[in-house]
C-alpha cells in the first residue's frame, strides 16, 4: 500500500474526500500525514477527526523557504511517503522541491487549466464571464498551475448562477475527481509523454 501525504492550507474539503475515499476503498493508499502550513487551519481539526498523523509548519517559523522545505521533506521521508497530494497548498513549492518527489506530487486546481492560473480560479472565470469552466487534477511540475493534466472536468457556469453557487458545484466535482485521478496512477494505468498524460481505458469510456 503506498503512503500518501496531503499538504493543505486551509479549509481541507478535498482532504475529507480523500481520507472518504481511502475509507470506502475506492481509493487504495494508506494516509500517512497531513502537512499544514497555517496554525488554525480548518484541515488540522478534520485530520485530528480522521486520525492521521499532522505536521504544523508556519513559513514565519522558519529562517528561509529551503529551510521550511527542508523539514518538510525530512517529515515526508519519516513517514515513508509515496505520493503527494496538494489541496488547497497556498504555496509554490521549489523547483529542488518538485524534482525530489518527480512525477509523484498531485495538485487539483478549479479551473480549466491552463485557462485562470493561480489564487483565484473560481472567481476569475466568474467575472470573466466564461459558460464553462471546470477542475482539473494534474502533476506539479516547476511552474505554476502547469504541469501535465491527469483528468479534467466540465462545470457550467448558469445565468442564475453566483459565485457561491458555482464554488459548490465546483467543489462537488473537486471533490470526487481527485481521489479518482490519484487512484489511476496508484493502478499503474497513468502514463506520461511529455505534456500528454495518458490514461489506461478504453476508447469511449469515460474515465471518471
Ligand atoms: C480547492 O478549490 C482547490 O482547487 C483550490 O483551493 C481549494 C481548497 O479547498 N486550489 C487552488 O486554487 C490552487 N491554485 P479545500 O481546502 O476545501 O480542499
Redesign the pocket.
Known sequence: MQNIAVL??????????IARAIKKGSLKATLALLVCDVAN???IARAKRAGVKTMVIQGRECATKNDFETKIIQRLKEEKIDLII?????RILSPEFVREYKNRIF????SLLPSF??????KDAFEYGVKITG?TVHLVDEE??HGPIILQEKVKIEENDTLESL?KK??RV?HSLYPKAVQLLLEGKITIQGRKILTATRPGQPTH
Open positions: 493543505a492550507s486551509g479549509n481541507g474539503t478535498n482532504f475529507a474526500a487551519a480548518k484541515v496538494l489541496a488547497g497548498f497556498m495538485n487539483i486546481h478549479p492560473k493561480g489564487t483565484h480560479g473560481i477542475v505554476l498551475d464554488e465546483i467543489h473537486e
